[in-house]
């Protein structure tokens, strides 16, 4: 019998991916640079239980441990632009201008997108998630899903995009002892919400 092999197998598997236009790969909701050169590429992936790696016609451009942190980056700083020009038009200002454009609430959401990343440019895939919602459901619903985000201290994306699928924007926001609540021995009252 032969030896076994000096290194124990590894299961992998492979993914088509797309390199999008912050330079980063999603796999199971966490983004992985490549070199920004390949953005809009479309590039393999190898994904063990402990590497990532990325693939452009057969060879390797970039190599990352894993992480299991959904909604994160891993970003390996020689795969960014100088002064990230390949989306230069989307800048901090522009998007904050942009949401302030919709309301002060629409702003502070995109604030802290922006803020909440170790580098701004990773938080412009959220703010533009965010643009979209402006295009499906319109800016007034936009802006109040926005500012019952913020009340909630919530504000990210995807509360804002729960808040509109579920309606929550559209139900008033009126407090309890506001409303007009019948007279019944079920019925606990105003008191009770305090």
């Known amino acids: 019998m032969r030896p076994l092999p000096a290194t124990p197998y590894v299961y992998a598997e492979w993914k088509r991916v797309r390199a999008a236009f912050d330079y980063h790969v999603d796999f199971d909701r966490h983004y992985y640079s490549v070199p920004h050169a390949l953005v809009g590429q479309e590039l393999s992936a190898r994904f063990s239980a402990s590497t990532v790696e990325v693939f ?3 060879e ?9 942190q959904r909604g994160a980056h891993t970003t ?11 989306h230069a038009q989307w800048t901090p200002e522009r998007l904050i201008h942009w949401g302030a454009s919709v309301g002060a609430h629409t702003r502070a959401v995109v604030e802290h997108l922006l803020k909440s990343k170790r580098h701004p440019e990773q938080g412009y895939r959220a703010c533009l998630g ?4 402006a295009r499906q459901y ?17 504000p990210s994306r995807k509360s804002v995009l ?10 008033s926001q ?8 019948p007279e019944h021995t079920n019925v606990r009252g ?5």
């Open 56 to 58: 452009h016609r057969g």
């Open 60 to 68: 390797r451009v970039a190599s990352h441990v894993r992480s299991y």
């Open 76 to 86: 390996i700083s020689e795969h960014m632009p100088q002064s990230h020009r390949a």
């Open 130 to 133: 965010l643009l979209s919602l």
């Open 138 to 154: 319109g800016q007034e619903r936009l802006e109040a899903a926005s500012s019952l985000a913020v009340k909630l201290q919530s």
């Open 162 to 171: 729960s808040i509109l699928k579920t309606g929550r924007d559209q139900l």
């Open 174 to 181: 009126e407090t309890p002892e506001q409303l007009d609540l």
């Open 190 to 194: 105003a008191k009770y919400y305090h």
